[in-house]
């Protein structure tokens, strides 16, 4: 059975991104890895919204070409051209990310964004979260989850103390 982690980077108000999508606040940490390479081979799959996806197509290159990429979409629609290796789900969230969790293989890395992820939280389908607290206040952008209705109880597995006043807090369903 596969686990869905979300490895995400938040400003201390609890921004994944500043409005209109801007993560150039995030720009100071870009030059260490921080366990990224490390995580990535543990995933399989990745999941992402499609505003997400769209910002990830900004990068140049894609590149998660070598996993099962899911991007949820309000609307069928097909991959860009040059990414073949993007499947559009526009099907109920829950459902699908629960048939995909029952198979085989590695993790599952949910990328974002904050509706998907409120989605996830939502339905309880989010086993661990990986996140990386900037040592940065935006004062609006878009949240690290869209409102949500539920309350949700993690533990505390981890805390480290990185570069430039940044802190990773691992946390796994209570």
Request: proline share 5%; with cysteine; glycine share 8%.
């Given at each position: 059975?596969?686990?869905?982690?979300?490895l995400?980077?938040?400003?201390?108000d609890?921004?994944?991104a500043?409005?209109?999508?801007?993560?150039?606040?995030?720009?100071?940490?870009?030059?260490?890895?921080y366990g990224?390479?490390?995580?990535?081979?543990t995933?399989d799959?990745?999941?992402?919204?499609?505003t997400?996806?769209?910002?990830?197509?900004?990068?140049?290159?894609?590149?998660?070409?070598?996993?099962?990429?899911?991007?949820?979409?309000?609307?069928?629609?097909?991959?860009?051209?040059?990414?073949?290796?993007?499947?559009?789900?526009?099907?109920?969230?829950?459902?699908?990310?629960?048939?995909l969790?029952?198979?085989?293989?590695?993790?599952?890395?949910?990328v974002?964004?904050s509706?998907?992820?409120?989605?996830l939280?939502?339905?309880?389908?989010?086993d661990?979260?990986?996140?990386?607290?900037?040592?940065?206040?935006i004062?609006?952008?878009?949240?690290?989850?869209?409102?949500?209705?539920?309350?949700?109880?993690?533990?505390?597995?981890?805390?480290?103390?990185?570069?430039k006043?940044?802190?990773?807090?691992?946390?796994?369903?209570?």
């Amino acid at each position: 059975m596969k686990t869905i982690k979300l490895l995400i980077a938040t400003s201390l108000d609890g921004y994944i991104a500043g409005p209109d999508g801007d993560i150039s606040w995030l720009t100071p940490f870009e030059e260490v890895d921080y366990g990224y390479t490390d995580f990535i081979a543990t995933i399989d799959t990745t999941l992402m919204g499609n505003t997400t996806y769209q910002h990830v197509l900004t990068f140049g290159d894609f590149p998660y070409k070598d996993k099962t990429n899911y991007v949820f979409t309000r609307q069928a629609t097909t991959p860009e051209p040059g990414a073949p290796y993007v499947q559009f789900v526009s099907t109920d969230v829950a459902e699908f990310v629960s048939r995909l969790k029952q198979q085989n293989g590695l993790g599952i890395w949910l990328v974002g964004g904050s509706q998907l992820n409120a989605a996830l939280l939502e339905a309880s389908l989010i086993d661990e979260i990986l996140l990386f607290l900037i040592p940065v206040t935006i004062g609006r952008g878009i949240p690290l989850f869209a409102p949500s209705a539920n309350q949700q109880n993690w533990q505390l597995t981890g805390c480290q103390s990185l570069d430039k006043g940044m802190v990773q807090l691992n946390y796994r369903r209570s």
